[in-house]
T-cell receptor, first 112, second 114 residues
Framework: DAGITQSPRHKVTETGTPVTLRCHQTENHRYMYWYRQDPGHGLRLIHYSYGVKDTDKGEVSDGYSVSRSKTEDFLLTLESATSSQTSVYFC???????????FGQGTRLTVV | GQQLNQSPQSMFIQEGEDVSMNCTSSSIFNTWLWYKQDPGEGPVLLIALYKAGELTSNGRLTAQFGITRKDSFLNISASIPSDVGIYFCAGSKQGETSGSRLTFGEGTQLTVNP
């Protein structure tokens, strides 16, 4: 694992509650990403960051927000969790543009 | 959003056989990547391709970046049981602020029978 730690690894939460997932890297890479993985859809980009306090939306950003106050940490927040956000969430990092992306081990989130 | 069409969706083969899977897109990518994912784990990078026409090997794996930049294939030779898993193709477009924003195929589930 390329120095990427996701926490928690598993979480069950109730509809309407806020949830924050954390990604921590020890590689000092500039770029960080959040993807979700669902059956039949592969992995889809939620948000990404190209530097501290620099973030942008991905393909499926509705209902999610992110923050990056330090190079090593990238947080994904579900302000009010819905059942459609039940998924496996992966954090990824890359060193530069068009570089390879390396993934964390994932967080399995269940919204009941 | 844009999609990558990956085929086949699943493969069942005997140990020792060769495997081929491919990915096509309606748009051009500057980078093609191939990942393998084991159950309960994140995707692991196998091969990265950066130039149209490029052919790259990693052990028993060989991948090519299509000349049109709209496709890529992955071959696995002499399969072994530990090759079991889901293989994903991913495409990336160049951009200073976009980094490695990847578009993924839906994956090929590979089963290898001993």
């Amino acid at each position: 694992d390329a120095g990427i730690t996701q926490s928690p690894r598993h979480k069950v939460t109730e509809t309407g509650t806020p949830v924050t997932l954390r990604c921590h890297q020890t590689e000092n890479h500039r770029y960080m990403y959040w993807y979700r993985q669902d059956p039949g859809h592969g992995l889809r980009l939620i948000h990404y960051s190209y530097g501290v306090k620099d973030t942008d939306k991905g393909e499926v950003s509705d209902g999610y927000s992110v923050s990056r106050s330090k190079t090593e940490d990238f947080l994904l927040t579900l302000e009010s969790a819905t059942s459609s956000q039940t998924s496996v969430y992966f954090c990824a990092i890359s060193k530069r543009d068009i570089s390879e992306a390396f993934f964390g081990q994932g967080t399995r989130l269940t919204v009941v | 959003g844009q999609q990558l069409n990956q085929s086949p969706q699943s493969m069942f083969i005997q140990e020792g056989e060769d495997v081929s899977m491919n990915c096509t897109s309606s748009s051009i990518f500057n980078t093609w990547l191939w990942y393998k994912q084991d159950p309960g784990e994140g995707p692991v990078l196998l091969i990265a391709l950066y130039k149209a026409g490029e052919l790259t090997s990693n052990g028993r794996l060989t991948a090519q970046f299509g000349i049109t930049r709209k496709d890529s294939f992955l071959n696995i030779s002499a399969s072994i049981p530990s090759d079991v898993g889901i293989y994903f193709c991913a495409g990336s477009k160049q951009g200073e602020t976009s980094g490695s924003r990847l578009t993924f195929g839906e994956g090929t589930q590979l089963t290898v029978n001993p």
